[in-house]
């Protein structure tokens, strides 16, 4: 398969310390792969070099036979790369569907546009597009109530359609099942497998050993910046240097 996301001898240094130390590896179309690791193994570093938040030390991020490395996060945006974050993030004045409204505007090329004669089927294109990025999580009947007020899984389902409503087809997803009981963790298994069957791109940073080994085509695996593991649940499930780093035991 040829590679939609690719990162190529990638590393990020922070004062002396490598938080990523010569990272290759590529995704390819409407794969779901699982970045998995122990803490500070360098997992978000990964997700924030990608989407533009910070600069390489050396190597290169190539999006579609494109270098973006040095991009703003906004243009990775509008590119198709959009990310979740693993603190919730959330207006406290604003509704749920006004959460999904404000993301879309990494896709707006200018403000001129509100005086085009086409601003209004503009808008109602964004309201249909946020309508759908709401029912996709289950949380178009809850679109008029302040986000605040959401419960702890139906904010980490609106940060995933905020996510969708920017048209992406890559999604970087950071420990979206941090918090949740088993109830909200089965509705967030579902919700991945349906966005994998629409044609979605996933790379899914995840400490839920259970629900990556589910979802995920592929595992990669990050110890101390370093990439030591790729391959099928199975494989890396029996690797003995995965198991000595972060498993503990196979399963």
Do not use: W
């Not at 938080?19 to 794969?31: H, R």
């Not at 006004?98 to 896709?107: P, S």
């Not at 909200?184 to 069957?197: I, K, P, S, V």
């Amino acid at each position: 398969m040829s590679a939609l996301l690719e990162l190529s001898h990638v590393s990020k240094g922070f004062g002396g310390v490598l938080a990523l130390d010569d990272v290759s590896f590529s995704i390819a179309q409407k794969e779901l792969v699982g970045l998995i690791g122990p803490n500070g193994a360098g997992k978000t570093t990964v997700f924030n070099l990608v989407s533009g938040v910070y600069g390489l030390s050396a190597g290169e991020v190539v999006h579609r036979g494109v270098r973006i490395s040095g991009s703003s996060p906004t243009r990775i945006a509008r590119r198709g790369i959009a990310r979740t974050f693993q603190n919730i993030r959330l207006f406290r004045s604003l509704t749920v569907f006004d959460h999904v409204l404000v993301a879309q505007t990494c896709r707006s090329r200018g403000l001129m546009t509100q005086f085009s004669p086409f601003a209004t089927h503009a808008e109602a294109e964004r309201r249909r597009q946020a309508l759908d990025a709401l029912e996709a999580v289950g949380l178009v009947q809850r679109r008029d109530e302040p986000a605040v007020h959401l419960p702890y899984g139906a904010q980490r389902r609106l940060e995933i359609a905020r996510a969708l409503a920017t048209s992406p087809e890559i999604l970087l997803l950071d420990e979206p099942a941090a918090g949740l009981n088993d109830t909200e963790t089965g509705e967030l298994r579902r919700l991945l497998d349906t966005l994998r069957t629409r044609g979605y791109t996933i790379l899914l940073v995840e400490h839920d050993m259970k629900l990556v080994m589910q979802l995920c085509s592929r595992i990669l695996v990050l110890n101390f910046g370093k990439l030591i593991a790729c391959g099928t649940p199975p494989e890396v499930r029996a690797n003995q240097e995965v198991i000595d780093a972060y498993l503990g035991v196979a399963n």
